[in-house]
Structure formats: C-alpha cells, structure tokens
C-alpha cells in the first residue's frame, strides 16, 4: 500500500497528523498502467493525475484512463492547496490539440478528461486551445464522451461560451473550497465569481459539475451553504474529498474527514437536489467521471438504496 503525501502538522512541533487507514491506495501497477504511462511520455502530455498527485491514478491508468491537462504544465496563478507548478507558462503549442485527440484515439477509452492550468497571461485566456482541443478530440473519437475541468476564465463571457459552441457532454469548474476560505485557498479566485462562471455554463444549455475539497478548516454549515449555492445556478454533479498536502509549502490539513460524514453530506446534496454526489476521501473530480455524464445515474441510483432500505 502507498502512504499519500500528506505532511500537515498538529502542531508547531514537527510531528504530523496521524493519517488514517481509509486514507491508502495501492501502488499503480499492470499492463493497462504501462500503456498509458508509455503514451503519455511518447506523446509528450501533461496529466493532472501526475501533477496534481492524484491517489486514483494507480486504479485509472490501470483501467487505460486519464486526465489530461492542455496549455501546458506551469499555472500563473498560485493557490494554496495546488502541486501543480507556478511561474511564466511556455508559449502556447499549437499542435496541442491533434496530439491529445491521437492520444485518447490510442488509448481507445470511451470517456476523457480534460483540464488545464490557468493562463491568465493570454488574451483569450486559453479558451481558444480549448476549443480547438474539444474540437479535435470529438472529430477524432466521436464515440468518447468528454468532460473538460474548466479555468474560470475570470469570468469572461465570451471565454466561456467557446467552452458551451464545443459542446463538451460535462463541464466542470471547481469551486475547491467554502466562500470563507477561498481566498486564502484560491488566491486568485473568487467564490461568487466562481458560482457565475457555473450559472452561465448552466444557461448555455452544459452539464455542469463542480468539486469542493474537505479538511481545510471548514464548518459544516458551511459545506452545506456551499452545496446550497450551488443548487442554485443549477450544477448537476458534486464531487466531494478529502484535502491531502501536497508539500510543505501548501495549507497545511486541518482535519480527516471520516467517511460516515462524506455519506452525510452525500445524502444531504441528492436531498438538495444535485443530480450526482460523488463523496468520499479519496474522491477527486475526474474519479467515476465516466458516470457522471449520464443523467439520472446518480439520482437513481441513490433512490435505488433508499428505496431497499425500506423494504429490508
């Protein structure tokens, strides 16, 4: 088993938060593994599984999926809670989008992610490459199904309706943490701006998924005043986890979330209204993904429990 990357300390002193059983993956292993692993460097791709030290990459890779991360692999923004690499981005390649569509063709999956740093330094903050990239993927495998995890383009209208003319099955764009603490989380960022960017993806006719991180020091008044907000600019997939520390550097874990309270907040967002709750410590926004493009699959499927409950 492989012990995830969590250095938070209880402390001023040097000894760390006890990490908890339910917080162990297996090491990533196997054919399918290899084969992804062998077409992301041959292709020369960024994954977020890697840059953002994801725990499920061991059971994704193995099963030949991945996310994959365009406009590069260096954001210019730099929120706490984030491994991925802060500074002067390269300059936009091109040549992106044909070589991530060849990549998902190879791998032959029939569901894809996609996400991307920010690039606040470009004019159309990337939503160009992000166009042409959806584009690409769907001429190229018209059978897969695509999620893209979206910037918030600061809120620019006309960024995001690039995303909606694509037509993507799932656009998601975190929201990562409560309103209180976003911007000692997100820096950059701003919850009520973050809740508009949802709101018009949602009029543009998308399907929309956000994901919030547990253990940064929220309440549970506040989680659920966020799942509210939520409701209502109309998300349709929640995605709840446990913040895990990538490096000193980053916030530091205030807390494990046991899993009985990730059930809870599981059954209070269906009760809200969401149409997916996908909510437990190892959870991160592209897990199960390939589920949450279906309408009603969570729904149902939490109705399905409630339901044999009943009769047991």
């Known amino acids: 088993m492989q012990e995830l990357p969590v250095v938070s300390k209880t402390d001023a002193s040097t000894s760390k938060i006890q990490k908890p059983n339910w917080l162990r993956v297996k090491l990533p ?34 099963e030949g999926t991945a996310t994959f991360m365009i406009l590069g692999n260096i954001c210019t923004r730099s929120c706490g809670f984030c491994a991925v ?34 690039r606040d330094e470009l004019k159309d903050g990337g939503s160009i490459i992000w166009y042409n990239t959806i ?30 003319d694509a037509a993507p099955e799932v656009v998601s764009h975190n929201m990562e943490t409560v309103e209180r603490l976003t911007r000692q989380v997100r820096i950059q960022a701003k919850y009520r701006r ?55 550097k980053h916030l530091a874990v205030q807390r494990f ?7 809870e907040y599981r059954e209070i967002g269906y009760q809200l209204g969401f149409d997916y709750v996908e909510s437990g410590p190892l959870v991160r926004s592209s897990y199960h993904s390939e589920k949450h ?4 699959w969570g729904r149902n499927k939490w109705l399905e429990e409630k339901n044999n409950l009943v009769t047991a």
């Not at 692993?37 to 994704?60: A, F, Q, W, Y």
């Not at 190229?140 to 209208?157: H, Y």
């Not at 979330?257 to 059930?263: G, L, T, Y």
């Open 257 to 263: 979330v046991h899993p009985d309270e990730f059930a």
């Open 194 to 248: 973050s809740l508009d960017v949802l709101r018009m993806l949602k009029e543009g006719g998308m399907r929309t998924k956000t994901g919030i991180m547990l253990g940064l020091g929220e309440t549970r008044e506040e989680v659920i005043q966020s799942m509210e907000d939520l409701v209502g600019v109309g998300c349709d997939v929640l995605t709840l986890g446990q913040y895990l520390q990538p490096t000193r």
């Open 85 to 118: 690499a802060t500074g002067r981005p390269l300059p936009v390649d091109w040549d992106e989008p044909q070589r991530v569509a060849e990549a998902i063709h190879l791998m032959t999956v029939k569901h894809a992610v996609l996400t991307s740093v920010d």
């Open 29 to 62: 292993i196997g054919e399918s593994y290899k084969h992804v692993r062998g077409l992301v460097d041959t292709h020369k791709l960024h994954t977020i599984c890697e840059s953002g030290n994801c725990p499920n990459m061991g059971e994704c890779w193995s």
């Open 293 to 296: 493009v279906i309408p009603g």
């Open 135 to 164: 584009k690409a993927v769907k001429n190229l495998n018209p059978d897969t199904t695509l999620e893209t995890l979206v910037p918030d383009f600061r809120g620019n209208a006309e960024q995001i309706q690039r995303i909606i």
